[in-house]
C-alpha cells in the first residue's frame, strides 16, 4: 500500500511538471492556419528551419524532461531520507537514491552542452 501510494504521488508531480509546458507549446501549434495578418512568431516563421534547429528542439525538450525527472528523483529521495527515522536500510536507499539522481542531473546538463556544441560545430 505505501509503495502505491509513493507512485501516485511520483506519478502526479511529474504531471505537475508537465502540465506547466503545456501553455508554452499550445501556442506554438498552429493547427487552423490562422496566420492572416498575426504578428506572432508562429507565423512569421521563414523557410529557413532546417534539420539542425528541428534536431536541437528535439534533444533539448527530450533533456528537460530527463532533468525534471532528476529534479523530481531529488526531492523523492530527500523525503525518503528525512522520512526514514534513521533505520539503516532506508537511510542507504536514500542516498542511493539521492546519488544516482545528482549523476542522472549532471549527465542531463553535460548532454545539453555536448548536443549543442556537435550541432553548432558540425552543421554551420
Known sequence: MQKIKHIILTLGIIAG????????????????NACDGSSNSVCSSTKTDNLT???????????FVLGTV???????AGV??????????AVAAAKDTLMYSVI??????????????????FFK
Do not use: D, Q
Open 80 to 89: 525518503r531520507y528525512t522520512t526514514s527515522h534513521g533505520e539503516a536500510k
Open 53 to 63: 534547429t528541428y534536431i536541437k528542439t528535439i534533444v533539448n525538450v527530450l533533456l
Open 17 to 32: 511538471f508537465g502540465l506547466t509546458m503545456v501553455p508554452a507549446t499550445v501556442g506554438a501549434i498552429n493547427v487552423f
Open 104 to 121: 542522472g542531473l549532471v549527465v542531463a546538463i553535460m548532454e545539453y552542452a555536448i548536443v549543442n556544441f556537435v550541432i553548432g560545430a
Open 70 to 76: 532528476s529534479v523530481v528523483t531529488i526531492i523523492v
